[in-house]
């Protein structure tokens, strides 16, 4: 079991209630965070928007898999169990683990908590949130990017007469059945998502990305590509040569449902289309086609809104980072928002590193 803290108490300056440390967010960089920072003796908070466990996790579609073995997907101190008859575990699975070790290791959750901003305050940080104000000597971000889809300002999207949903919307080709369905990105989502839909009878698939598809080698899974986010940010640290990451292995992993129709020939990508037009979509040479669904994958930008009062953000909507501290407020860490605030730390695998340096430095700060 995990040392007891002190009891969050309330603030006699605020009105409110006072932590040593608030956690905004319940997912996996959340969890992972309150484990370290209950391990440093602190006393916590962790602030979920979510009305159940399982973040980002409990809103996926319905086919999705890992890309790693179970015991290679966990977050400190618990190995998560393999899941019977699969060797690349269902987002299902990752929501009853994230369950199970919010239970576990009797992490003091909150929920539903959703968090409008966060102020300097005296010394303190102060949250404002739908269930009243806290103050901490330190906050931890941990909202991810799940929440904030990106679309791209594509011509005509506004003019676009069919339905349109971005990855967050999508769960399963059957409520596509007898549509002509456009598929738009590269990366995993995009092919992921091709792939459940071209598997499907009666969906008429085209899927469209910026640049021909790069597949990584078929033997490549969740495991190589932690390592090779550790090497690169690793180089850097070092000064030397930037190894390229995972980019430089490719876009995409050919999880077994993409390896097959990838295969069986099904997932043929075109360029880019030009615009959208009220009935389908127009490539640069004047090709057009007709559709009745976009489904936009095209990526996220982290979830930062409740942080703009602080003044911090930059250029991409990024907050400049020394590690997982923001460089401009050291009361202030940002965890599980990509490469930036740790490598590999959007992960399960890869968020407990940068989780345990965050809750080392808040308790160093907190002394």
């Given at each position: ?12 300056v605020?009105?409110g ?8 967010g ?7 965070v ?47 169990p ?25 992490l ?14 005296a ?17 931890v ?22 339905r ?20 738009v ?26 640049r ?17 986010a ?5 180089a ?8 390229g ?30 615009r ?62 990509g ?18 340096e965050?809750?080392?430095?808040i ?5």
């Open positions: 079991m995990l040392p007891a803290v002190r009891a969050v108490r309330p603030d006699t605020t009105g209630r006072h932590a040593q440390v608030v956690v905004i319940g997912g996996q960089a959340g969890l992972a309150g484990y370290h920072l209950r391990r440093n003796k602190l006393d916590f908070v962790i602030l979920d928007a979510q009305a159940a466990p399982g973040g980002a996790w409990r809103h996926t579609w319905d086919s999705l898999h890992l890309f790693s073995p179970a015991a290679f997907s966990s977050l400190p101190g618990r190995l998560m393999a899941q019977a008859g699969e060797e690349y575990p269902e987002a299902g699975h990752v929501v009853d683990y994230l369950a199970d070790y919010e239970r576990r290791y009797d003091p959750v909150q929920r539903p908590v959703r968090v409008s901003a966060v102020r300097p305050d010394g303190r940080l102060r949250v404002e949130t739908d269930t009243g104000v806290w103050t901490a000597g330190a906050v971000s941990a909202t991810g990017t799940w929440w904030r889809p990106f679309l791209p300002a594509v011509p005509g999207r506004e003019v676009f007469a069919g349109q949903l971005h990855t967050v919307g999508y769960r399963r080709p059957a409520d596509f059945t007898g549509q002509r369905v456009v598929v990105g590269g990366g995993n989502s995009g092919a992921q998502i091709a792939a459940d839909l071209a598997a499907h009878d009666g969906v008429d698939l085209t899927w469209v990305t910026q021909p598809p790069r597949y990584l080698a078929d033997d490549i899974d969740g495991r190589a590509l932690f390592d090779a550790t090497a690169r940010r690793r850097l640290d070092a000064g030397t040569a930037d190894t990451g995972v980019a430089s292995l490719g876009d995409i992993v050919a999880v077994p449902p993409v390896r097959a129709a990838r295969d069986a020939g099904l997932l043929k990508a075109q360029p880019m289309f030009e959208l037009t009220r009935d389908g979509l127009v490539w640069a040479d004047g090709t057009s086609a007709r559709a009745d669904a976009v489904i936009w994958c095209t990526g996220f930008r982290p979830a930062l809104s409740h942080l703009a009062p602080l003044g911090l953000r930059g250029t991409r909507g990024h907050i400049a980072t020394a590690g997982t501290r923001a460089a401009g407020e050291p009361r202030l860490h940002l965890l599980g928002y490469d930036w605030t740790g490598p590999a730390s959007a992960t399960l695998i890869g968020v407990g590193r940068p989780a345990r965050a809750a080392a430095q308790a160093d700060l907190l002394s």
